[in-house]
Each structure stands twice: as structure tokens, then as C-alpha cells.
């Protein structure tokens, strides 16, 4: 019996204990693993076989000279193994009588940021680990970039391997003076410096005799007792819909975690982004009705109205709703293999709600060795930038510095639905709030039927010398000569004018594209066929030209010609010169073309005539 009210007294005591989530980075070898393995092992959080197990790899793999090897306990994967380091975020639980601890060991190598990122975005503190031999380094500074951008406000400064340096006091005070003024210029102020040997053990759960000059808290000591909940704002209620729950035509309720403030049955809230409002009926849980809900709990809340409210909306307090906007300035860590073109549409997922969203400015990248602000056309991968964001569509937000739930986001590669980037919301820019579309009563059917005929978009794409502006010409000649009203925007005469001032990068040929796509989207609302010929080499342009159109408004079409056959004809001689190295980012020289998926139309250049393929595009269109 007195077992079994120890083990209940012992649960009792984790369950109400409070919870710490932290991170460990730094730069490579700087010892993380070493010091959360050696945390798991002295506050006895193994069992019997994790401890023989890790006794048996230690001897296995050497790293240790025959002593007990830490970091094995964290670094799971094969090849952290034999490489001796840390490639994916490795997360690990363990806790004390005064607390809960989910840590996350992150990699310190500078291609694995991106994953030091993902264990950064959910913890509320970060041991930073410096090497004592040698100092702060690039990766130092760049997690401790990361660490401030996604709201990190507390860092323990562990200087390891202090034994390797003879636990030189001058060694330890000068890396704290260099890392001060790091933390400061990132909004960090509260930093605790922790001399370390992290696998000797030394200020690791108690003070070390090594250092009796250091009069400070252990590591555990200040884990134990860091105060991180006062750095967050008080909030009014926020609640993201995760999902519409509805399992009869009686019950219609709005199931998600509460993620700032408290809630209860009759309590008014505003549905964001409509705004509409209406009052809790009930907070619902599988355990039955509630009271009062609060940040943490999971709930489902029923209305006593019938709003429209979908996944991805927010419920919040009526007195202080949170803002929704549609254009931001935020801060982005780029984690895409390929760099970040501005224009180019991604999807962008913030809580349960996704929208399609443009970079529409990089106004600076950031040097993450001096904190400069340096001027970026695109960003490559493990980059970060301010930028300016535009989404089709409102949201409900709060400034990342004042809630994460909703001041958090991921853009999406709309191709393979890759995670392309993290960020964090600043601010919602005023300018989509003050422009308004103007009501006109001559609208685009008006002016379709003025004329006989239904507005199209008609995009033709390929190679250089594909033959696009020839069959183009030939299908506008033929559809002038039947009566009906045409336009031809070509590559070559917009880049005289309206294109000017852009050059042929790729960030330039996605301004080009959204440019052009723009003017065609109000030639149609004018009611013409217009006719565009265009390289436009990326298949993401392609789709943003479309997504502009109604769904039968849009026509692509393929002028598919090899590249041979292409640069044989070369009339304009820019094949010859792209060869020499007189043209750069030539496409299908040095500059890749991505044929279409799924064009309405493929006209194959070297089996029918232009006469012929010409027609087929009139028949497509006419018929």
C-alpha cells in the first residue's frame, strides 16, 4: 500500500510540476549531445538497460577511450554515430522533483540550420554551447540569430571543455563579455554564463570544486528555476479552429487548443478574419462540459449563433480581437534547396489555415557574423531576411513577439509541397487596407458581348526559336480577318518598354512573367483574345499567369521543338552568342526550361507546319 501512494504522490508531482521546453546548439563539437546525455545519465533518468546498452556502444565506437561516451544517448541515428556529430533534431524527456524538461539536441552543422530552427520554434530557452578553446564562432552567432528571430528571450551560455583550458577564469570572462554584446544586439537580456565540463560533469548538477572563483547556479540548478512564462504578453482569449466538429445535424461545434488567454459560456467572441460575433454556448470535452477553459486545453466550443466559421479561423475575445490583414512585413529563414525568387507564389501556412502568398520585397538579408543588413535579390538556402509578404487572402495574426501561435508561419513549394521556409510576422502593412476595388458598371461581360466573343488568354511557351511568336502571329492574323478583337503581347516588344528595366535572372524573369500577366488579366476584363508569347521558363509562373483567370479563360500552350532544332534555326543569332558566353542565363543553355505538365495545347514544331498548328490553336479556341 505504501508503495503504491508513492508511486501516486511520485505522478502527482510530475503532473503539476512545471514544464520547460529548451534547446541545445552551437557550433560543431562544442559538446550538446555530450551535455544532455550526461544530464539523462547523473539525474539517474536510465533504466538498467539504456545504461548497459550505452556502456556496450561506448567501448564499440571508442570515441571515449574506453569511458562512457554521452552523446550516444542523443545522436540516434547511424550516421551521427560514425561521424561522431549531430545531423536531425533529437528530442528527449526527462524531469526532476521541481520539473518537466523536453529538450531538443540541435545539429551544429551550417546545412542542418534549417533543423535547428524547427527545435528552436517550440522552446522557451536555449543552451548555447561555446567551446572554451575556442570562442564564438559563425554557427554561434547564427543560432543565436535564430534563437532571438523565433522569439527565444532567455540563454544559458555554457562554456565547455573548461577543463581543456585548465579552468582559466580570464578565458571564461572574456567569451562572456563577446557573448553579451551578441545577446544584446538580438534583444536578449537574460543570459546566465555556466563554466562547464560537460563530460567531466563539472557545474553540471551541482558546483564544481574546479572552479571556486564561479559562485553561480548549476546548469540543472537554473533549469530548475528560470522564470520564462513572465516574457509572455497577456493576451485576451485566441482560439485557431483545427476542425469544424459536426457529427450530427444537432451539434455544431469548433474544436482547437486555447492559445492565449480564458473562455467562458457567455462569453462574446468575434469569429477572424469575417469579424462576426457571437457568444460560447458551451466549452465541450470528452470528459464533459467546462466551466472555464484556459491556454493549454484542448476544447470544443459551441456558438449561440450560426456563424460561418471554417478550419483555420481564430475565435477570440470580442473586447481585444487579434488583427487580420493580407500584406505583412516579417522576418524568413530560407530553407529551400533552391533560392527564394521574389514574385514567385508559395502557399503559406499559419496555424490551421493555408492561403497562396508572394515574397513581394526582400528589403535586406542579414550577415549573420556582424548583424549587417546587406541588400539581397534572393535568398539561398539557410539565409535570413526582412521581407514584405502578400497573401490573397486576410488572416488572423498577432506580432510573433507576442504570440507564436499566431505570429508563426511556413511557406510551401506549391510543386512537390516541400517546406520551403520558416518565419515570423512583425507587423501588417496598411496598404491593401486603404485600396479598395472600384465598382464600375461596364464590366467584362459588357464588354465581351460589344464585341461577339469570349475573353481569352492564350499563352504560348518554349524555347527561343520554338517558333511561339510566328504561329501567335498567324493565329491573331486569321482570327482579325473573322472579326474578332486581338492583341499579341510578345517577349521581345515588352522588354522595349513596359519590361525595360528588367534583365534576365531569375528573379528578373518572374517580374517579367507577373508583369505580363497582370496586363493580360485586364486585356481579357476588356474583352479580347490575347494572344502571349513568352518563354517564361518556370512552371511556378505559369501557374500564377493561370491562377489569375477563370478556370475556361486560360489557355496554355506547348510549342514543343528540341533544342536542336531550336538553336539550328537561331535567326537571331543569340543561341551563337549564348554559346560564346555573350548571353548569360540563356534559357536551355545555362538556364534551365521547365516543359509544361499539363498544357491544353502541345504543338510539335518539327512534324506539322505553322500553317497547320496555327489552325489547331483557332480550332481550340472556336470550337
Avoid at 194 to 199: D, G, Q, R, Y
Avoid at 238 to 250: D, F, I, K, T
Avoid at 611 to 622: C, F, P, S
Wanted: hydrophobic share 40%.
Amino acid at each position: 500500500m505504501a508503495v503504491a501512494e508513492d508511486i501516486a504522490a511520485y505522478l502527482r508531482r510530475h503532473e503539476t510540476g512545471g514544464l520547460l521546453r529548451f534547446i541545445t546548439c552551437g557550433s560543431v563539437d562544442d559538446g550538446k549531445s555530450t551535455l544532455i546525455g550526461r544530464l539523462l545519465h547523473d539525474t539517474r533518468r536510465l533504466f538498467d538497460d539504456q545504461l548497459a546498452a550505452l556502456r556496450d556502444d561506448s567501448r564499440r565506437h571508442g570515441t571515449q577511450n574506453g569511458e562512457i561516451d554521452y552523446a550516444l544517448l542523443v545522436d540516434g541515428l547511424a550516421a551521427e554515430r560514425e561521424q561522431g556529430i549531430t545531423i536531425d533534431v533529437a528530442y528527449r524527456y526527462f524531469g526532476t522533483d521541481k520539473r518537466r524538461f523536453i529538450v531538443a539536441d540541435c545539429p551544429g552543422h551550417e546545412q542542418y540550420t534549417r533543423n535547428m530552427a524547427t527545435g528552436a520554434s517550440t522552446a522557451d530557452l536555449a543552451v548555447v554551447l561555446v567551446d572554451a578553446r575556442k570562442g564564438l564562432l559563425t554557427q554561434t552567432r547564427r543560432h543565436t540569430y535564430i534563437a532571438a528571430l523565433l522569439g527565444i528571450r532567455h540563454v544559458l551560455l555554457a562554456v565547455n571543455k573548461m577543463d581543456l583550458v585548465g579552468y582559466d577564469r580570464a578565458v571564461f570572462e572574456a567569451i562572456v563579455a563577446e557573448y553579451r554584446e551578441l545577446a544584446a544586439q538580438r534583444g536578449i537580456t537574460a543570459v546566465t554564463a555556466i563554466p562547464l565540463s560537460a563530460l567531466r560533469g563539472d557545474n553540471l548538477l551541482l558546483r564544481s570544486p574546479e572552479t571556486p572563483w564561479y559562485d553561480g547556479p548549476s546548469v540543472l540548478e537554473h533549469l530548475e528555476t528560470v522564470d520564462v512564462a513572465q516574457d509572455r504578453p497577456a493576451l485576451g482569449f485566441r482560439l485557431p479552429v483545427q476542425w469544424v466538429n459536426r457529427p450530427n445535424q444537432n451539434f455544431r461545434g469548433f474544436a482547437g487548443t486555447v492559445a492565449a488567454g480564458e473562455v467562458r459560456p457567455g462569453d462574446e467572441i468575434a469569429a477572424l478574419p469575417s469579424g462576426r460575433r457571437s457568444k460560447v454556448a458551451r466549452i465541450v470535452t470528452a470528459g464533459g462540459d467546462l466551466d472555464l477553459a484556459v491556454a493549454g486545453q484542448a476544447v470544443t466550443l459551441t456558438l449561440e449563433d450560426e456563424l460561418d466559421v471554417s478550419r483555420g479561423d481564430v475565435l477570440a475575445s470580442a473586447a481585444e480581437p487579434p488583427e487580420a490583414a493580407d500584406q505583412f512585413a516579417a522576418h524568413l529563414l530560407w530553407m529551400g534547396e533552391q533560392p527564394l525568387l521574389p514574385g514567385r507564389p508559395y502557399w503559406l501556412k499559419i496555424g490551421a489555415r493555408t492561403v497562396s502568398a508572394t515574397v513581394t520585397e526582400i528589403k535586406h538579408k542579414i550577415d549573420v557574423n556582424t548583424q549587417a543588413a546587406l541588400a539581397a535579390k534572393h535568398l539561398e538556402l539557410n539565409e535570413v531576411a526582412y521581407c514584405n509578404l502578400s497573401l490573397d487572402q486576410p488572416v488572423a495574426f498577432e506580432p510573433y513577439a507576442d504570440d507564436r501561435a499566431l505570429g508563426a508561419f511556413i511557406l510551401i513549394d506549391r510543386q512537390d509541397n516541400a517546406t520551403v521556409a520558416a518565419g515570423t510576422l512583425d507587423f501588417a502593412l496598411r496598404r491593401a487596407g486603404n485600396i479598395h476595388w472600384q465598382h464600375v458598371d461596364v464590366d467584362k461581360q459588357a464588354r465581351a458581348r460589344s464585341k461577339g466573343q469570349s475573353p481569352r488568354c492564350v499563352w504560348f511557351t518554349g524555347l527561343s526559336g520554338s517558333g511561339k511568336s510566328t504561329i501567335a502571329n498567324l493565329v491573331e492574323k486569321r482570327l482579325h480577318a473573322q472579326g474578332h478583337h486581338t492583341y499579341i503581347l510578345d517577349g521581345d516588344n515588352v522588354r522595349h518598354g513596359l519590361n525595360k528595366d528588367l534583365g534576365f535572372t531569375d528573379e528578373d524573369r518572374v517580374e517579367n512573367i507577373r508583369r505580363v500577366a497582370e496586363v493580360a488579366k485586364l486585356m481579357t476584363d476588356a474583352g479580347l483574345i490575347v494572344l502571349v508569347s513568352f518563354i517564361s521558363p518556370f512552371r511556378a509562373e505559369r501557374r500564377m499567369a493561370r491562377e489569375l483567370f477563370a478556370p475556361d479563360e486560360f489557355v496554355e500552350v506547348y510549342v514543343d521543338t528540341p533544342l536542336a532544332v531550336a538553336e539550328d534555326r537561331d535567326v537571331k543569332g543569340l543561341y551563337a552568342k549564348a554559346r560564346a558566353g555573350k548571353i548569360p542565363n540563356f534559357t536551355g543553355i545555362d538556364s534551365p526550361y521547365e516543359a509544361p505538365e499539363a498544357p491544353e495545347l502541345v504543338l510539335d514544331t518539327v512534324s506539322e507546319d505553322a500553317e497547320t498548328l496555327a489552325q489547331r490553336v483557332i480550332d481550340r479556341l472556336l470550337g
